[in-house]
């Protein structure tokens, strides 16, 4: 910080600055609580002041005006022998209210100020100004010879004629000028009416209402300038001791709220110095500090942090003080918390910890979730200075949670220092099993949640349905599911219950079995009209059966209810030698039938035989089963126990029509065979016919087997997600498969889908190498011999690697820092600063503890991008950024007016040429012109002691 001489008005008394409405600084008397300043100098002098009544003030506001003039009055000892003003009201032509000599009282003076009319009209200050000197301060107006004399210009608005010429001409005189703008008055067209220095000589405020704060600063100012005049008219010297100012202003020891201010002496005997401060920005209350002459420094306290203080240095002689030594200086902020920790978090409560703060009178807390339903939803703590270590309570589960903790000083806090933290949901339950299902029912059993769990609620859906089932339960943990769908796929939902509310779900899947087909349906007893078919019972609740049967190859179908208890039924009526297909189904409680089961069985011939002729026995087999089934195979088996039979044919086709009748042939001795490669899903007729050794056929027997489905894998499940990676588990479909795929790919934005094989001993995978915060779409293909199954499908997301809670503090015209909420595996970050005026960067890492960063040397009044990336171990995250504009250079004071006013200038026209002349007017000396304008002109002359009248012609000559 560099130290700046400048011009300032010097006097007696310790009197602070004064903040006007532009910014700038004038040394005023307002002193709180202090009473209101009367002159008490010895000295007289001669004061008139001139007040703008033009249409612009308005009545109300010259009623402020009158009291401004009561006040101004006041301050002086009035009287025909000792102080004497006079006053004029201009518009747009002057008139003259009071002269020096009218009133011999302070109180007339007074009731004239209380009773003054408002006049009205146009602001000619200029003609205003010519007035005064002609008419005020003459001998015939009360005007002394020897007595200091003062002018007062009020004025609220620009001249609308030129001032500087009729302003030269009242200093010329000896008069000293202060000038008072109000509301829309030129300054600048104040500093070319006012006596120098201007600090002291012009005032500007910005309303009426406060013309007020000026009237001790005002009325001191003119009281003593009247002692200095009466000095040098009476040929008094106004000090001869040599003076100056101090030199050298050096700020030190800058702190958050105080600095300290050094100079170097002023000459001569300095009985004392004056430091006055205040804060640069508008408004500010100027104070000062006062050190004994001898002192060259003092310690400014009790300041705001972060904050720019003007300054200015007086050396205080015996009878006046010298110009002000200037200079600035900005506190730093406070110091604020560090090692913000947020730690043994709960579902419903967390601890805050922090590094204490020397010198905080405590700390505020403040504390809100994150989600934009509740972030009305703010607490707040304050504790003492001893306190560094907090529990903040009755907080929601699973809710991410902000922690702000201020070190306060007082009333005034420090920058904030925050973090985020998550509580922990409310536990679920743990480890679903699915147990005992059978086409209706299912057992449900799980680990408990929580000693503190109330009870649980079980949801479960069709997996292609849409009206979804619930329960309440007690805390138990097995429930079992009823009146379910056969062959229906079901996701299940568990929740814990507890007084706070409800935990995440323990979610599962499993699917019914179809409902069950009697066993073993076989045909015995045959004969050529007859036939017995007998059956197991395959579960309980079969309330009764349907049987029917028909002749394979067309004919009358008959068809027999028969009762849940009944095992076998004797077909009779049937026609010889024909094949027959039966079929049985069971009906259970709820309405719901079992698929059809089947076996075909040939009633035997009609023969007759000769009494000595013994007939060639033709056995059937027995016991047919088709089982072991798979996606591509079925396994046939049955029973016949001849020594004559060579062979069996075995043929198969499917019942859909699609494929033409296959047969193989098997050895005598074989009783079993692999149907294979067949279609998955398909339902089979398989027929077994006995081959004698003679050639003959046996009587064929037929069954009908399915194959299975392509089964999908069921209950994908999500684990061990991380910025790069997650796992996914499955559970392996009943069949026996080739193996599975595994496809994966973005939800959405870009990248194509990856895809990778398992075999079928594998139902997890770790899937690597994927972005991060970027939720995939997993599925799951079960491959086998015929095909490919129906995915089984599900989402998963990749962590988010990048900072939360972005933003930027201590922005100045040339620097600013950017704090973020540190990630908690971060190994570092790069911190990019970009101006958006010229593309310049500044780039910088820092490791991964660190939160915030500083930058310098910036452009003032710009716009930057800060972009701050996570990188960990080989990787980067999403650069989340924030733009900020540094602070406005300040606005350079204006140039001060030339002391001498320049000569007026005409703007280039036609060439115009004036000529005077005095007509009928003898023995008139000195004729000439003066306050020569663009539209106006004066001319005066030597008045000739005998003349009774002058006529003056003006005539212009405007040249072609």
């Given at each position: 910080m560099r130290g700046e001489g400048e011009r300032a008005h010097c006097f007696n008394g310790s009197l602070p600055l004064r903040l006007d409405d532009t910014g700038g600084t004038e040394e005023i008397n307002e002193i709180s609580g202090a009473d209101p300043f009367v002159c008490t100098t010895?000295?007289?002098?001669?004061?008139?002041?001139?007040?703008?009544?033009?249409?612009?003030?308005?009545?109300?506001?010259?009623?402020?005006?009158?009291?401004?003039?009561?006040?101004?009055?006041?301050?002086?000892?009035?009287?025909?022998?000792?102080?004497?003003?006079?006053?004029?009201q201009y518009s747009g032509d002057p008139r003259i209210e009071w002269h020096l000599n009218a009133f011999t009282t302070k109180d007339a003076v007074l009731d004239a100020v209380?009773?003054?009319?408002?006049?009205?009209?146009?602001?000619?200050?200029?003609?205003?100004?010519?007035?005064?000197?002609?008419?005020?301060?003459?001998?015939?107006?009360?005007?002394?010879?020897?007595?200091?004399?003062?002018g007062i210009l009020i004025t609220d608005g620009k001249s609308q004629d030129d001032v500087i010429p009729p302003a030269q001409s009242l200093r010329d005189a000896g008069i000293e000028l202060f000038a008072i703008g109000v509301k829309n008055a030129d300054e600048n067209e104040l500093r070319a009416i006012a006596s120098e220095p201007d600090n002291t000589h012009?005032?500007?405020?910005?309303?009426?209402?406060?013309?007020?704060?000026?009237?001790?600063?005002?009325?001191?100012?003119?009281?003593?300038?009247?002692?200095?005049?009466?000095?040098?008219?009476?040929?008094?010297?106004?000090?001869?001791?040599?003076?100056?100012?101090?030199?050298?202003?050096?700020?030190?020891?800058?702190?958050?709220?105080?600095?300290?201010?050094?100079?170097?002496?002023?000459?001569?005997?300095?009985?004392?110095?004056?430091?006055?401060?205040?804060?640069?920005?508008?408004?500010?209350?100027?104070?000062?500090?006062?050190?004994?002459?001898?002192?060259?420094?003092?310690?400014?306290?009790?300041?705001?942090?972060?904050?720019?203080?003007?300054?200015?240095?007086?050396?205080?002689?015996?009878?006046?003080?010298?110009?002000?030594?200037?200079?600035?200086?900005?506190?730093?902020?406070?110091?604020?918390?560090?090692?913000?920790?947020?730690?043994?978090?709960?579902?419903?409560?967390?601890?805050?910890?922090?590094?204490g703060v020397q010198g905080v009178s405590g700390y505020m807390v403040l504390y809100a979730p994150l989600t934009k339903d509740q972030a009305s939803d703010e607490k707040e703590m304050k504790v003492s200075d001893a306190v560094t270590d907090l529990q903040l309570e009755d907080l929601t589960p699973a809710t991410e949670y902000t922690v702000t903790v201020y070190a306060m000083y007082g009333e005034e806090a420090s920058d904030p220092m925050s973090s985020q933290q998550t509580t922990l949901p409310l536990s679920p339950p743990k480890n679903l099993v699915f147990s005992e299902v059978d086409h209706n029912s299912a057992k449900?059993?799980?680990?408990?949640?929580?000693?503190?769990?109330?009870?649980?609620?079980?949801?479960?859906?069709?997996?292609?349905?849409?009206?979804?089932?619930?329960?309440?339960?007690?805390?138990?943990?097995?429930?079992?599911?009823?009146?379910?769908?056969?062959?229906?796929?079901?996701?299940?939902?568990?929740?814990?219950?507890?007084?706070?509310?409800?935990?995440?779900?323990?979610?599962?899947?499993?699917?019914?079995?179809?409902?069950?087909?009697?066993?073993?349906?076989?045909?015995?007893?045959?004969?050529?009209?007859?036939?017995?078919?007998?059956?197991?019972?395959?579960a309980p609740g079969i309330i009764l059966y349907k049987l029917t049967w028909a002749p394979y190859d067309g004919g009358d179908t008959k068809e027999m209810a028969l009762s849940g208890d009944v095992d076998s039924f004797l077909l009779s009526g049937l026609s010889p030698n024909t094949e027959y297909e039966v079929m049985l189904q069971a009906v259970f409680k709820d309405q719901s039938e079992s698929d059809a089961v089947l076996v075909v069985e040939t009633t035997l011939a009609r023969t007759t035989t000769v009494a000595t002729t013994t007939p060639v026995v033709r056995q059937a087999v027995r016991g047919l089963q088709v089982q072991e089934e798979t996606t591509y195979s079925l396994e046939v088996s049955w029973q016949l126990e001849d020594p004559?039979?060579?062979?069996?044919?075995?043929?198969?086709?499917?019942?859909?029509?699609?494929?033409?009748?296959?047969?193989?042939?098997?050895?005598?001795?074989?009783?079993?065979?692999?149907?294979?490669?067949?279609?998955?899903?398909?339902?089979?007729?398989?027929?077994?016919?006995?081959?004698?050794?003679?050639?003959?056929?046996?009587?064929?027997?037929?069954?009908?087997?399915?194959?299975?489905?392509?089964?999908?894998?069921?209950?994908?499940?999500?684990?061990?997600?991380?910025?790069?990676?997650f796992r996914i588990t499955w559970d392996t479909p009943p069949s026996p498969t080739l193996g599975f795929r595994v496809v994966y790919q973005p939800t959405s934005g870009p990248g194509s889908a990856l895809e990778t094989f398992v075999g079928d001993d594998v139902n997890t995978m770790l899937i690597l190498n994927l972005q991060s915060d970027t939720e995939y779409t997993v599925k799951v293909i079960s491959s086998y011999t015929t095909g490919s199954s129906q995915p089984l499908q599900g989402t998963a997301k990749?962590?988010?690697?990048?900072?939360?809670?972005?933003?930027?503090?201590?922005?100045?015209?040339?620097?600013?820092?950017?704090?973020?909420?540190?990630?908690?595996?971060?190994?570092?970050?790069?911190?990019?600063?970009?101006?958006?005026?010229?593309?310049?960067?500044?780039?910088?890492?820092?490791?991964?503890?660190?939160?915030?960063?500083?930058?310098?040397?910036?452009?003032?009044?710009?716009?930057?991008?800060?972009?701050?990336s996570t990188q960990l171990q080989d990787m980067e995250g999403p650069a989340v950024t924030t733009i900020t504009t540094t602070l406005p250079a300040p606005t350079q004071p204006p140039t001060p007016p030339p002391t001498s006013p320049p000569l007026p200038t005409i703007p280039p026209a036609k060439e115009?040429?004036?000529?005077?002349?005095?007509?009928?007017?003898?023995?008139?000396?000195?004729?000439?012109?003066?306050?020569?304008?663009?539209?106006?002109?004066?001319?005066?002359?030597?008045?000739?002691?005998?003349?009774?009248?002058?006529r003056v012609v003006i005539e212009s000559l405007l040249s072609e």
């Open positions: 010895q000295a007289i002098a001669d004061i008139v002041i001139l007040v703008d009544g033009s249409w612009s003030i308005g009545r109300l506001n010259f009623r402020l005006v009158r009291m401004f003039l009561e006040n101004l009055v006041s301050a002086f000892s009035v009287g025909i022998d000792q102080t004497r003003i006079g006053l004029a209380k009773n003054l009319p408002y006049k009205g009209g146009n602001t000619l200050t200029g003609l205003a100004l010519t007035y005064i000197l002609e008419n005020s301060f003459k001998p015939e107006s009360g005007a002394r010879s020897g007595v200091p004399k003062v012009v005032y500007n405020v910005a309303d009426f209402s406060i013309m007020s704060s000026i009237i001790e600063g005002l009325t001191q100012i003119v009281c003593e300038r009247v002692e200095e005049q009466d000095k040098e008219i009476k040929g008094e010297s106004a000090g001869q001791e040599t003076q100056g100012a101090p030199q050298d202003l050096v700020t030190s020891e800058v702190a958050a709220r105080s600095f300290r201010v050094s100079w170097s002496h002023a000459p001569g005997s300095v009985e004392k110095y004056r430091v006055v401060f205040y804060p640069a920005t508008q408004g500010g209350r100027p104070e000062e500090a006062v050190v004994d002459g001898t002192e060259n420094s003092v310690v400014l306290r009790y300041l705001n942090s972060l904050t720019e203080y003007q300054l200015a240095v007086f050396a205080v002689y015996t009878s006046s003080a010298s110009e002000a030594l200037r200079g600035s200086e900005t506190t730093l902020a406070l110091p604020m918390v560090n090692g913000l920790e947020l730690y043994d978090v709960t579902h419903n409560t967390m601890r805050a910890r922090w590094s449900l059993s799980w680990e408990a949640a929580s000693r503190k769990v109330t009870g649980y609620r079980i949801m479960y859906v069709k997996t292609d349905g849409l009206k979804t089932d619930e329960v309440d339960v007690g805390p138990v943990t097995s429930w079992t599911l009823n009146d379910l769908t056969s062959a229906t796929e079901y996701e299940v939902a568990i929740f814990g219950i507890y007084d706070e509310g409800q935990s995440e779900a323990l979610s599962g899947s499993f699917t019914t079995d179809p409902v069950p087909e009697p066993l073993d349906l076989q045909a015995s007893e045959v004969t050529a009209e007859s036939f017995l078919v007998s059956w197991g019972h395959s004559k039979v060579d062979q069996y044919r075995v043929t198969y086709v499917s019942l859909t029509g699609d494929r033409n009748e296959e047969s193989v042939l098997v050895p005598g001795q074989q009783t079993t065979v692999l149907l294979q490669p067949l279609l998955s899903d398909t339902e089979h007729k398989v027929t077994v016919t006995p081959v004698y050794t003679d050639g003959q056929d046996g009587i064929s027997v037929s069954s009908v087997g399915r194959t299975l489905p392509l089964s999908a894998p069921s209950n994908l499940r999500v684990s061990e997600e991380w910025f790069s990676r990749t962590l988010y690697l990048g900072v939360t809670n972005l933003n930027t503090y201590q922005v100045m015209m040339s620097s600013m820092c950017v704090q973020w909420q540190p990630h908690r595996q971060a190994d570092l970050y790069r911190v990019v600063i970009e101006s958006l005026l010229n593309g310049q960067k500044q780039e910088v890492s820092v490791g991964g503890s660190a939160s915030r960063q500083c930058f310098y040397d910036l452009t003032p009044n710009s716009q930057y991008k800060i972009s701050v115009v040429h004036l000529y005077f002349s005095t007509l009928s007017v003898p023995g008139v000396t000195n004729l000439n012109t003066y306050q020569v304008m663009m539209s106006s002109m004066c001319v005066q002359w030597q008045p000739h002691r005998q003349a009774d009248l002058y």
